[in-house]
C-alpha cells in the first residue's frame, strides 16, 4: 500500500457503528484523515460527535460485543491497524501507539505498585530484565517530572494526586517511546493550573521522543495551545479541518463559526449575549442524510438536507465540507466575533 | 467587612467549616467574609478543594458552618427555625452541576418543578399548579409538552433548563448555581448562560456562581472571588480583576487558562506554578499558597496574611510578598 512518507497514519472512509437496543447508532461515519510524523492533530468535537471511537477504533480498544466495523482503513507500518490479530495488535498496542485517557484513576491498576505498572510493558515489549526495567522505571517517572521517582516506584496509585496520576499514566504511555500517542482528554479531569503542567510535559517529550500525537478534545483552548492541526468533528464526519490558524481565524463552515462564537473569551464583552448554537446534535440511530448540521444551522438551504457536501479545499492543508461553498450558493460572512478574536 | 454598604442582600462573615476526618478536621472552608450586593453576580473561582462549593452550599443552608455567620438581608440564615426558615429555603436556591444526578429519575418533569410550589402552598388549585409548571417550562426554552416525561428523556442541557425551573418555581430571590453548565458541551454552554443570565434581568435575581472555568465566571459575573483552601484570596470587579490580578496565586490561575486563539496562546508567557495542592487537614502556616508560590518569601510562613482593600473595590490577601 503506497503512503506518503510524511505520514505515519492514513486513516481513510472509517464507519463505526454499535449495535443498542434501540437500532444501530452510527458514531464514525466516514472519517479520513492523515497523522503527519511528529505533529500533534487536534480532533475536537462535542460528545457523541464520534472524537473517541475514532481513536479507541485505532487502538482497536472498542467492546467486541456491540461494535459493528462498516468499513474503512487504517495504515500504519504498511498494515491495516484494523484488519489486525489480536494477538498483532498487542504488539502495536504499547509500544508502537500508546494512548492516555482522561480519567488517570481508572486508567491505573489500583492494587499494582506504581512502577510495576510501569515495568510491566518494559519486559513485555522490551524484554528487560527485572532489575533494568525498575530501574528505567524510575527514569521515567523523572521524565515526567515526578519527584523523589525512588521511593514513589514502590507507592500506590491512591497515594497519588490526580495530577501526578496523569504523570504516571503519560510514564507508562511514553515507557516504550511509542511513535503514536493518542491523548483522549488527557486534561480534562484536571484543574487549569495542573492543566497547565500537563500540557508543558507532553510538549516537552513530544520534542525529546519525536512521537506524533492525537489530541481529543472539547477545549479550543487547549488545542489553540497545542495543536498544528485540527479536525473539526460533527455528527460522525469530520466536517472541517486544517492548520490551527487556518481554523481558528478563517474557519469556512457554520458549525465551526458556532463552536468558535459561543466560547466566551476573556476579552468578550460583557454587554454581549453569547451566541449560542441553538438546538441540539442529531439522534446517530438515525442520522439525517445530508449535512447533519442542517437542523441548527442558521445558513441551511434546500440542498443541506438531501446530500452531504463536498469537501472544498481552501489551502494544502485546509478544507471543509460545506454547501455554501458551492458555486450556486449565495455568498455568507461569518459573523463578526469569528475569524479574529483579537 | 468589605467594601460598598449599598444593598448588601447576602452578608458573609469570618465563614468556616471543618469536616471530621478521622481524628483530623479538614478546614475546607477557613475564614471568608464577603457581600453580595442585590442584583448582582458574584464568581467564585478556584480549584477543586478550594472550598468554593461548601461555601455555596454552607449558604443556602445544606451545611452549617463550624464558625461565622451569614445574613440574608440581615437575618441570620443559620439561627433562623420553624417558618422563617421555610421562607428562607423559599428565597435560596440551588442549581447543581450535574442534571442528571439532581433530578430525581422517577418523577415527571412538572413534578419535580412543582415540588417547591407544592412545599411552600404556592398553587391554590391543581390547574394553577399546572399552569405555573407550563409557564416555567416555557421560560426556560421548553414546551409544555415536556411537563409529563421523565428526566432520562431530556438531554444534559434540556435537564439543566429543568433544574433552573426548579429553582424558579418558588420565585426565589437569590440562587447559588453550583458549576451550572460545566457538564455540558460549549455550545450547550453559551445557551444555560444566556438563559440565566435573561433570567437575572427579568426577575433582579442575584446569582452566587461557582466555576471553575474562568472565562465562563468573567463573561457572567460583575465581581470574582478567588478562592485557595479554604481562603478568599482575592475579590475584584471582574474586568478589573483580570486585568490586574495582584496576588500571585490569580496571577498564576489565569495565565494557565488556555485561550482559544493560537497566535495569543505562541506568545503567552505562562507562569507555571510548582506542584500539588496541599491537603486542608494541614494547610501552610501563613499565607497558604506560599508552598507553590513563584514570590515566596520567608516572612510568608509566620504571617497570616491580613484582607485589605489594595485599590477601592479591589481586595487582596496582603502577603508580604509583595507588601
Known sequence: MAMNNDNILEVRDLRI????????????????????????????????????????????????????????????????????????????RGPKIAMVFQDPMTSLDPTMKVGNQISESLRKHLGMSRAKARERSVELLKLVGIPNAEERVKQYPHQFSGGMRQRVVIAIALACEPQI????????????????????LLRELQEKIGTSVILITHDLGVVASVADRIAVMYAGKIVEMGTVRETFYDPQMPYTWGLLASIPLPTADRSQDLIPIPGSPPDMSDPPKGCPFTARCPYAMRVCPTEFPEYTTFSAEHKAACWLHHPMAPNVEPPARVGGTR | MTEQNGHALLEVKDLKKHFRVGRESLKAVDGISLEIQKGETLGLVGESGCGKTTVGRILVRLYEPSAGEVLFAGEDVHRTRGNEAKTLNRKMQMIFQDPQASLNPRMVVS?????????????????????????????????????????????????????????????????????????????????????????????????????????????????????????????????????????????????????????????????VIKGDLPSPVNPPSGCRFRTRCPQAVEAAAHIDPPWREAKPGHWIQACPCFA
Open chain 1, 181 to 200: 500517542l493518542i491523548a483522549d482528554e488527557p486534561t480534562t479531569a484536571l484543574d487549569v493550573t495542573i492543566q497547565a503542567q500537563i500540557l508543558d
Open chain 1, 17 to 92: 457503528s454499535f449495535g443498542t437496543y434501540a437500532g444501530e447508532v452510527q458514531a464514525v461515519r466516514g472519517v479520513s484523515f492523515d497523522l503527519r510524523r511528529r505533529e500533534t492533530l487536534a480532533i475536537v468535537g462535542e460528545s457523541g460527535s464520534g472524537k473517541s471511537v475514532t481513536a479507541k477504533s485505532l487502538m482497536r480498544l472498542l467492546p467486541e460485543a456491540n461494535t459493528i466495523f462498516k468499513g474503512g482503513e487504517a495504515i500504519f507500518d504498511g498494515r491495516d491497524l484494523l484488519k489486525l490479530s489480536e494477538k498483532q495488535m498487542q504488539r502495536v
Open chain 2, 111 to 271: 413534578d419535580i418543578v412543582a415540588e417547591g410550589i407544592d412545599i411552600h402552598g404556592l398553587a391554590g388549585s391543581k390547574k394553577e399548579r399546572l399552569d405555573r409548571v407550563h409557564e416555567l417550562l416555557e421560560t426556560v426554552g421548553l414546551s409544555k409538552e415536556h411537563a409529563n416525561r421523565f428526566p432520562h428523556e431530556f438531554s444534559g442541557g434540556q435537564r439543566q433548563r429543568i433544574g433552573v425551573a426548579r429553582a424558579l418555581a418558588v420565585e426565589p430571590e437569590f440562587i447559588v448555581a453550583d458549576e451550572p453548565v460545566s457538564a455540558l458541551d460549549v455550545s450547550i454552554q453559551a445557551q444555560v448562560i444566556n438563559l440565566m443570565r435573561r433570567l437575572q434581568k427579568e426577575r433582579d435575581l442575584t446569582y452566587l456562581f461557582i466555576s471553575h472555568d474562568l472565562s465562563v465566571v468573567k463573561y457572567i459575573s460583575d465581581r470574582v472571588g478567588v478562592m485557595y483552601l479554604g481562603q478568599l484570596v482575592e475579590l475584584a470587579d471582574s474586568d478589573e480583576l483580570y486585568a490586574n490580578p495582584l496576588h500571585p496565586y490569580t496571577q498564576a490561575l489565569l495565565s494557565a487558562v488556555p485561550v482559544p486563539d493560537p497566535d495569543y496562546e505562541s506568545e503567552r508567557e505562562r507562569i
